[in-house]
């Protein structure tokens, strides 16, 4: 079983998130720094908007032919010791990961951030076969505690308040002492984030040298050199891959791009894109295992790589959303995402990004509500590094919806019958005339109607307007141009 | 032919919420327009651009609507609209509808290239700098929407001519370019979430002090109206243009003719 699905659930799960006072006071960040941030090191980076154009343009020119940077990236790892496992679906890739982990016996692993991992529901299914996974990175090792899935991309626990942490520390570190304090427990938590990063830290250190493997994502996948790339900021991932004995990069097709060139030029974008930091603060290259001049690595190395129905998206209205690297850009900027949160949208990928690629992974019945729960605002599309054109694609999903009849009865009539109209312009007037007669009597006393029949979405939380005048303008501008004459 | 006299024969895409529910920013725009040399025209047989179509998936519908608007307005030598939202579905949008039908795709583009938005026609096309308009003392502060600013690039465009009426004074909100939770279809289908989200965008507009907000789309305008006076806001809510025009006078959107009861 891959992740939980919920999306089938998005309007009760957001009524729950506008409920949710913890996550409301999480969210601020969503509209404060995460936003302002990437604004501030965008403009500092004169040649940014042309690194973007680059950006899009490397992605592009792999996704024609991704095949060929494929096999060669697999050439390059095989030639410096490593393995390739080609896994067509997330069973597949479980399974490969399973076999892989059961052939070291590993009891224990440690996790760097993978979000194809959460993919796959890797987690719940080596526990179920009695493997032991530990999230080192912060924020998944948060969530992990709290047996939540994440809510942002890049901040898997985005959604949790500093106090809600403080509090999940001290029920599951009940044995923690204070650092240089031995035999003092920690008691009550501070909420400051550094001491919590600490804690987190000691608590962590020790599994690093406990795990007999260590599962990692990969960012990217170099093809010339066969080397994986992960990008982080707190340097879990290096101790992850670089002390057990055998690492699994956990990955998927449209990572791959053909050189380190290409590699600078994203990751210039990257991370400017991502948390406004001009670079993340370790970027990692896994070059294969461990060779005997080594003092230390892994001595197995082993890539799995997944497809999922990527390579379906290819030449359809889909494959630019191919060229994602999950930068978070787009939700750290949506205005419904950051109403919410990350969960409401049922599944791995949140915000836009989801909004457009989950129905392909989950079926568009399931995530019918994704593409539709959105302004068209336009903003994702404006700050996403790779220039995904994200409201095209969820309009292309409606229209899906629309012609497999998907869409629920009564509002599928509704436009039709609205189109209808418009396509008779004397019917439309008519109908114009009618409903705007009546709404200006209703509304006339004070100028707006506190509550509207079959509208109750628009008037449960706002007032409705009512027309400045009895008649159209259509009608109003007749008769003074009759009077003119 | 229309350029004899050199007057730019425009026509008005009047859109649908200004029809019903705001007329005189229809007035507005015509009085700005021919303030500016242009003669006005009003094609009768206009309805709207199939933006609730287009959004809602409904692409034959959308498709078929769009060339009723082509027909009706391709022989102007401008068309013009009070709205972001419409120019931009008419200039961004119409073009792309019509991949497998090259003639039809040759007049949308014909079209497109001939479709402004209001305030973006008087400055960037007829290079106006000011209006004619007599004086108003009042705190404003603007909202930007989405497609206007997106698909159009409306954005200096008000601001200079707001600039030009005296006594006027433009206070910004921390966020002008967030999005109010319109959003078409969205503000009735996910209602919960667009009241959040206007939430945010009245505490904003209450913030700079303004007593008057003013957009160019009445879509948001409508939303950020009923939200104000739902939580009792004395901020007052226009389309720019009327205040460009200096057409005050009817009550501001969502206020009555007998006056605010508090
Ligand atoms: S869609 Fe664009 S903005 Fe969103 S995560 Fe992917 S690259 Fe970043």
């Given at each position: 079983m891959s992740m939980q699905i919920t999306a089938q659930n998005f309007e009760a799960n957001a009524a729950k998130a506008l409920k949710d006072p913890n996550l409301r006071k999480a969210m601020q960040i969503i509209g404060g720094p995460m936003a302002s941030r990437r604004v501030e090191t965008a403009r500092e980076l004169p040649e940014f908007e042309a690194l973007r154009d680059e950006g899009v343009k490397i992605k592009n020119h792999v996704l024609k032919h991704i095949d060929l940077y494929l096999e060669k990236f697999e050439q390059q790892l095989t030639a410096r010791g490593g393995k390739l496992h080609w896994c067509r679906t997330p069973r597949e890739a479980r399974e490969t990961i399973l076999a892989l982990c059961r052939s070291r016996n590993a009891k224990l692993v440690t996790k760097g951030k993978s979000m194809v991992t959460e993919e796959i529901g890797l987690n719940a299914f080596l526990e179920e076969h009695g493997i032991t996974p530990v999230e080192t990175d912060l924020g998944e090792y948060i969530i992990q505690l709290a047996h939540e899935p994440p809510s942002h991309i890049i901040g898997p626990a985005l959604h949790k308040t500093r106090e809600q942490v403080a509090e999940l520390f001290e029920d599951h570190h009940p044995d923690y002492e204070l650092p240089n304090m031995p035999g003092v427990k920690a008691g009550p938590r501070s909420t400051e984030p550094q001491v919590l990063v600490t804690e987190a830290r000691q608590v962590l250190r020790d599994r690093y040298f406990q795990a007999d493997v260590g599962i990692t994502g990969a960012n990217f996948l170099i093809a010339e050199t066969g080397a994986t790339v992960i990008v982080t900021n707190e340097g879990n991932g290096d101790l992850t891959q670089s002390l057990p004995k055998m690492h699994i990069a956990v990955s998927s097709i449209e990572k791959v791009i053909p050189n380190l060139e290409d590699l600078s030029t994203i990751l210039r974008i990257l991370a400017r894109s991502a948390t406004g930091q001009e670079m993340s603060c370790y970027t990692?290259?896994?070059?294969?295992?461990?060779?005997?001049?080594?003092?230390?690595?892994?001595?197995?190395?082993?890539?799995?790589?997944?497809?999922?129905?990527?390579?379906?998206?290819?030449?359809?209205?889909?494959?630019?959303?191919?060229?994602?690297?999950?930068?978070?850009?787009?939700?750290?900027?949506?205005?419904?995402?950051?109403?919410?949160?990350?969960?409401?949208?049922?599944?791995?990928?949140?915000?836009?990004?989801?909004?457009?690629?989950?129905?392909?992974?989950?079926?568009?019945?399931?995530?019918?509500?994704?593409?539709?729960?959105?302004?068209?605002?336009?903003?994702?599309?404006?700050?996403?590094?790779?220039?995904?054109?994200?409201?095209?694609?969820?309009?292309?999903?409606?229209?899906?919806?629309?012609?497999?009849?998907?869409?629920?009865?009564?509002?599928?009539?509704?436009?039709?019958?609205?189109?209808?109209?418009?396509?008779?312009?004397?019917?439309?007037?008519?109908?114009?005339?009618?409903?705007?007669?009546?709404?200006?009597?209703?509304?006339?006393?004070?100028?707006?109607?506190?509550?509207?029949?079959?509208?109750?979405?628009?008037?449960?939380?706002?007032d409705f307007p009512a027309p400045q005048s009895a008649s159209t303008f259509m009608s109003q501008y007749k008769s003074k141009q009759g009077a003119a004459r | 032919m229309s350029q004899i006299d050199s007057k730019p024969r425009v026509a008005l895409f009047v859109t649908c919420l200004v029809d019903l529910f705001r007329p005189s920013v229809g007035f507005a725009a015509i009085k700005l327009m021919e303030d500016a040399g242009c003669v006005v025209e009003v094609p009768e047989a206009q309805v709207c651009c199939g933006q609730p179509a287009y959004n809602s998936g409904d692409r034959n519908d959308t498709a078929a609507i769009a060339k009723q608007v082509i027909e009706v307005f391709e022989d102007y030598d401008y068309v013009v609209a009070p709205s972001?939202?419409?120019?931009?579905?008419?200039?961004?949008?119409?073009?792309?509808?019509?991949?497998?039908?090259?003639?039809?795709?040759?007049?949308?583009?014909?079209?497109?290239?001939?479709?402004?938005?209001?305030?973006?026609?008087?400055?960037?096309?007829?290079?106006?700098?000011s209006v004619q308009t007599a004086p108003q003392d009042v705190k404003i502060t603007y909202h930007d929407s989405c497609s206007g600013l997106r698909e159009l690039g409306v954005k200096a465009q008000p601001r200079a001519l707001l600039e030009s009426v005296q006594g006027l004074e433009l206070v910004e909100m921390q966020t002008p370019e967030t999005c109010c939770g319109f959003g078409g279809t969205f503000c009735v289908k996910y209602g919960e979430i667009s009241t959040d989200i206007v939430s945010r965008k009245t505490a904003d507009i209450n913030a700079t002090g303004a007593d008057l907000l003013l957009a160019g789309d009445m879509g948001c305008l409508l939303n950020m109206a009923g939200k104000l006076k739902r939580e009792g806001s004395p901020v007052q809510v226009r389309h720019v243009a009327e205040v460009l025009a200096g057409m005050t006078d009817l009550p501001a959107i969502g206020e009555s003719s007998l006056g605010e009861s508090k």
């Open positions: 990692t290259l896994s070059c294969g295992p461990k060779r005997p001049e080594d003092k230390d690595g892994p001595e197995e190395f082993h890539v799995v790589l997944l497809d999922n129905g990527r390579s379906e998206m290819l030449g359809t209205a889909l494959e630019p959303l191919l060229r994602c690297i999950r930068c978070g850009a787009c939700m750290n900027n949506c205005p419904v995402y950051h109403s919410v949160g990350g969960h409401a949208y049922g599944w791995v990928y949140p915000g836009p990004i989801g909004a457009a690629l989950d129905p392909h992974m989950i079926g568009l019945e399931t995530a019918r509500h994704l593409p539709n729960a959105s302004t068209f605002c336009g903003k994702c599309e404006e700050v996403c590094p790779m220039r995904i054109p994200l409201p095209d694609v969820m309009r292309w999903w409606r229209e899906q919806a629309h012609e497999k009849q998907i869409t629920p009865p009564l509002q599928r009539w509704g436009i039709e019958a609205w189109a209808f109209a418009a396509k008779h312009p004397w019917l439309y007037r008519l109908g114009a005339g009618i409903a705007i007669g009546l709404l200006n009597m209703l509304g006339k006393d004070k100028g707006r109607l506190a509550s509207l029949p079959l509208a109750g979405g628009w008037t449960d939380g706002r | 972001g939202s419409c120019g931009g579905m008419i200039k961004d949008h119409y073009p792309a509808l019509f991949a497998a039908e090259p003639d039809w795709q040759r007049r949308a583009e014909d079209l497109s290239g001939r479709m402004h938005e209001l305030t973006s026609f008087l400055v960037d096309v007829l290079k106006i700098q």
